[in-house]
């Protein structure tokens, strides 16, 4: 296969730090200045960041993780080289001549880094048939002082092992973040703050939380994605944390897509700072941002490289209407993730990480090549977006290996990409977006008052941003009071059902009182009637008593009287008969 993209005859084999990794890093730069001498040194648009990785830097200060990687992937290579002495990773000290630094494809800065050699060819790719331990180890125990090299890129062609990947790409963004003068993994930085930020970014309140539940519902009900639902809770995470870290940007469909095979390799407080420098020191929010500048200057330069590579299926779709923005911006605002199998997407992080954003062009190219006759036969718009779209399209599913070597034989020039990044800065400064970069529903071209209502615009969403915050906050404290309103009516409606069931109960008693009242007369009726009958017996026989012992009174005073009649005769008796005593014992005396 030749493509007949232009080549650029003084390209070096390995692209320089900065211009073949396609970084759009500061577009905003690029629309302020015409000149290729115009480079911001400082870099002070950018944010730096700050780190929530501890087991990467630990990595940095250790010279045993040879041995220990070693024993932990269980390589053969750890009985017979673990003595040997490790061949350091190349670095800008080693003396090997170094390309000049070349400003990136859709940036106007320079670089600082440059490579440290030449590929053995410009895109030749021969794997080797088993993983190279050796050099992987080597990288993993001195990763404080790696550099990015040739080398280090065509490993990560050939794939990083997935036992270190998720290290790997830690290290990766490292380096590019070093290199664009933003690296929050500096080793100046304090830890234990970097381990705190991803925390106090989680726990603050987000206006983007429905949105990405939305979003990650979605994703996880994707047959091919099932399997990770366990991942829903730590992607959550991370997108809510991310949307506090950068406000300005907060959340955008796509990124689930784009941070979900980090976490497939790391947790989420170590995909954290990955996702962030992918972001920033990558400059992949451009993507999402408004006003799209990275985007719009990736389908710029795509619709010249599509042109060039593939012009009879370039001319169908435009005849066709068919739009750059239409099949390119799903793809690549999901980083393949959307469309493509997870172990074909992790050789394009492997890639992506390594040398930059403009080596998606090649695999966007390859995948358009592979299905090229069947998408001539397709006869409209709406036939190619569902192909595209479909199962049919053939995305190297079976061949990772393949779909590399189909994206490295596209050789893209430097100069060309950088020529196309300033034709369309140029293009936005004067007032016009290019109709390949606009979705088609939107309007071709820009008026100059245009941009001063994207700032007003951009004002407003700002503070209506910040009347939102203020509401949800506003809205957290009412929530609060209505929980414990609702909590105090709750408290109040037991009592109140306390009290009906008290007042149940009394009523009851007072119904039982009142029955027992009204049955009361008609007992004490009858026992007084009762007890009355009963006085009135024991009165008459009381009365008979009383007869009784008057009858016998009388019968006893009458006795008495008889005896006091007899007592009285009895004394005069004896008194006469004492007189006679008397008289007998004179009549004897004398």
């Known amino acids: 296969m030749s493509p007949s993209i232009p080549l650029d005859s003084n390209t070096p084999e390995f692209p320089s730090s900065r211009d073949e990794k396609g970084l759009f890093l500061d577009t905003r730069l690029a629309v302020d200045h015409d000149s290729d001498d115009s480079h911001d040194e400082d870099a002070s648009g950018l944010r730096s960041n700050r780190s929530t990785?501890?087991?990467?830097?630990?990595l940095l200060s250790h010279d045993t993780n040879y041995d220990m990687l070693l024993d932990r992937l269980g390589?053969?290579?750890?009985?017979?080289?673990?003595?040997?002495?490790?061949t350091p990773a190349p670095s800008t000290t080693s003396g090997v001549a170094k390309p000049p630094a070349r400003p990136s494809s859709c940036s106007t800065t320079t670089s600082t880094i440059t490579a440290t050699s030449t590929m053995e060819s410009n895109n030749e790719f021969n794997p080797p048939a088993d993983v190279d331990w050796e050099f992987w180890s080597s990288v993993v125990s001195d990763?404080?002082?790696?550099?990015?090299?040739?080398a280090l890129v065509q490993h990560?062609?050939?794939?990083?092992?997935?036992?270190?990947r998720g290290t790997i790409w830690q290290l990766l963004v490292r380096l590019q973040q070093d290199e664009v003068g933003n690296g929050f993994f500096s080793k100046k930085k304090d830890k234990s703050k970097m381990d705190v930020d991803y925390v106090a970014h989680l726990d603050q309140a987000s206006i983007f939380d429905q949105a990405i539940a939305k979003d990650l519902d979605c994703l996880f009900q994707e047959s091919r994605l099932q399997s990770h639902g366990n991942l829903h809770e730590p992607l959550m995470h991370l997108l809510k944390a991310y949307a506090n870290y950068d406000s300005h940007v907060g959340y955008a469909k796509g990124f689930a897509n784009v941070a979900l095979p980090l976490l497939l390799h790391m947790p989420e407080e170590e995909a954290f700072p990955v996702f962030i420098g992918l972001m920033d020191a990558y400059d992949w929010k451009s993507?999402?941002?408004?006003?799209?500048?990275?985007?719009?200057?990736?389908?710029?330069?795509w619709d010249r490289l599509f042109k060039d590579d593939q012009p009879d299926l370039y001319h169908r779709w435009s005849v066709l209407g068919l739009l750059p923005h239409d099949y390119i911006k799903p793809w690549l605002t999901s980083l393949f993730v959307a469309r493509l199998p997870l172990t074909n997407v992790y050789r394009i992080y492997d890639v992506l990480f390594a040398e930059g954003t403009n080596a998606l062009f090649g695999f966007f190219l390859?995948?358009?090549?592979?299905?090229?006759?069947?998408?001539?036969?397709?006869?409209?718009?709406?036939?190619?977006?569902q192909f595209l779209a479909g199962p049919d399209l053939d995305v190297f599913e079976a061949s990772p290996e393949g779909m590399m070597q189909a994206s490295l034989e596209y050789k893209l020039s430097h100069k060309l990409l950088l020529k196309l990044s300033k034709e369309y800065h140029t293009s936005v400064r004067k007032g016009s977006v290019p109709v390949v970069t606009v979705a088609p529903h939107s309007n071709h071209a820009r008026r100059p008052e245009d941009a001063e209502l994207l700032r007003l615009t951009t004002r407003q969403n700002k503070a209506l941003m910040d009347s939102v915050k203020q509401q949800q906050a506003k809205l957290e404290r009412l929530t609060k009071e209505h929980m414990q309103a609702a909590q105090a009516l709750g408290e109040a409606k037991a009592a109140v059902v306390a009290a009906q069931n008290d007042n149940r109960e009394l009523r009851q008693n007072t119904a039982e009182l009142k029955k027992a009242l009204d049955a009361l007369p008609d007992v004490l009726r009858k026992r007084i009637n009762d007890q009355i009958h009963t006085l009135a017996a024991e009165n008459m026989t009381l009365v008979d008593r009383n007869s009784d012992l008057e009858l016998n009174l009388s019968?006893?005073?009458?006795?008495?009287?008889?005896?006091?009649?007899?007592?009285?005769?009895?004394?005069?008796?004896?008194?006469?008969?004492?007189?006679?005593?008397?008289?007998?014992?004179?009549?004897?005396?004398?």
């Not at 390589?75 to 490790?86: D, F, K």
């Not at 002082?145 to 040739?150: F, G, H, I, L, T």
């Not at 500048?293 to 990736?298: D, E, I, N, R, V």
């Not at 299905?371 to 409209?380: A, G, S, V």
Request: some cysteine; hydrophobic content about 40%.
């Open 53 to 58: 990785v501890t087991s990467f830097s630990s």
């Open 555 to 590: 019968q006893m005073e009458a006795m008495f009287s008889d005896i006091k009649t007899k007592f009285a005769q009895s004394e005069n008796e004896r008194e006469e008969l004492s007189q006679r005593m008397s008289e007998l014992r004179d009549i004897v005396n004398a």
């Open 287 to 301: 993507m999402y941002v408004p006003p799209h500048a990275g985007l719009g200057c990736f389908l710029y330069q």
């Open 75 to 86: 390589s053969p290579l750890a009985s017979t080289i673990a003595a040997a002495p490790l």
């Open 156 to 164: 990560s062609r050939y794939g990083i092992p997935s036992s270190i």
């Open 143 to 150: 990763m404080g002082n790696v550099k990015r090299s040739a």
């Open 366 to 385: 390859a995948i358009l090549k592979r299905n090229h006759d069947i998408l001539l036969t397709l006869q409209d718009k709406e036939e190619i977006m």
